[in-house]
C-alpha cells in the first residue's frame, strides 16, 4: 500500500471553470500518474511524472496540465472545464520494489 | 498500437460456479500484467500480478496465467461467491521501447455478478 490520498473526493462545477484535483503519497515513490475512467471503460493515462523536473503528456492529456510541486505531491488541473471531462479521475504511485502500481481512492468529477 | 482486450464484457453466473475472464493484448513486449478489481464507484484493488517472465500467480480461489506468445492472460476464480460481484480489470505495463509513454494499458473490464 502506498497510502495515496486524492482531494476532493467529489466536485461539482460549471464548463469553463478552472479546477485542480490534488493527489499526496507518504512513501516516498518518484513516479506519479493520472488516469481518467469513463463509464464502462478501463482507465487511460493522462499525464505522469518521474520525478519534480519530469512531466510527461499520456493518452489524453489535451485539456488538462498538470504540476509536480513536491515529491509526495502530484496535481492535475483543467484549465477550463468541459461537459465530456465529466469522470472518475484516479491518480497512481509505481513501486519499484513491488513493481506495480498502486491508486489512490478516486475524485468523482461532474462537469455541468 | 498497443491494446487491451477483455472478454466478455459482463458475465453472471450462479453461486459456487468456477468462471474464467479473459485478457488478451496486441503486443508481447510486455514489462508485466496486472489484474484488479473495481467495485462500483469505487478504487481499483491489485489481485494478482504476473511478471513477463512467470506464468501464473495464484492467491487463495484466484490463479492468473499468462501466454506471452499468443497474447494473452485468464483469470480463474473457483468456487464464485456473491463477494465476487464487481469489474474486473486487466492491464499491462509495455516495455518502453522509443520513447513510448509509461504507465499501464488497461482493457475495459468484465462486470461480474455472481447470483446467490
Known amino acids: 500500500d502506498a497510502d495515496v490520498t486524492q482531494t476532493p473526493r467529489n466536485r461539482i462545477t460549471k464548463t469553463g471553470k478552472r479546477i485542480m484535483l490534488e493527489c499526496s503519497q507518504t512513501?516516498?515513490?518518484?513516479?506519479m500518474y493520472w488516469y481518467r475512467q469513463d463509464p464502462g471503460l478501463g482507465l487511460r493515462l493522462i499525464y505522469y511524472?518521474?520525478?519534480?523536473?519530469?512531466?510527461n503528456k499520456g493518452e489524453i492529456s489535451d485539456g488538462y496540465s498538470v504540476s509536480r510541486q513536491a515529491q509526495a505531491k502530484f496535481s492535475l488541473s483543467l484549465e477550463s472545464a468541459i461537459p465530456n471531462q465529466t469522470a472518475l479521475y484516479f491518480c497512481?504511485?509505481?513501486?519499484?520494489?513491488?513493481?506495480?502500481?498502486?491508486f489512490g481512492p478516486g475524485t468523482r468529477l461532474l462537469v455541468l | 498500437k498497443q491494446e487491451v482486450t477483455q472478454i466478455p464484457a459482463a458475465l453472471s453466473v450462479p453461486e459456487g460456479e468456477n468462471l474464467v475472464l479473459n485478457c488478451s493484448f496486441t503486443?508481447?513486449?510486455?514489462?508485466?500484467l496486472q489484474w484488479f478489481r473495481q467495485d462500483p464507484g469505487k478504487g481499483l484493488t491489485s489481485l494478482l500480478l504476473?511478471?513477463?517472465?512467470?506464468r501464473e500467480q495464484t492467491s487463495g480461489r484466484l490463479n492468473a496465467s499468462l501466454d506471452k506468445s499468443s497474447g494473452r492472460s485468464t483469470l480463474y476464480i473457483a468456487a464464485s461467491q456473491p463477494g465476487d460481484s464487481a469489474t474486473y480489470l486487466c492491464?499491462?505495463?509495455?516495455?518502453?521501447?522509443?520513447?513510448?509513454?509509461?504507465?499501464?494499458?488497461f482493457g475495459k473490464g468484465t462486470h461480474l455478478i455472481i447470483q446467490p
Open positions: 497512481a504511485v509505481w513501486d519499484i520494489d513491488q513493481e506495480t502500481q498502486y
Open positions: 512513501k516516498g515513490h518518484d513516479r
Open positions: 511524472s518521474f520525478d519534480v523536473k519530469d512531466i
Open positions: 503486443d508481447s513486449a510486455i514489462y508485466n
Open positions: 504476473i511478471q513477463s517472465s512467470q
Open positions: 492491464a499491462v505495463k509495455w516495455f518502453r521501447s522509443g520513447g513510448g509513454a509509461d504507465g499501464l494499458t
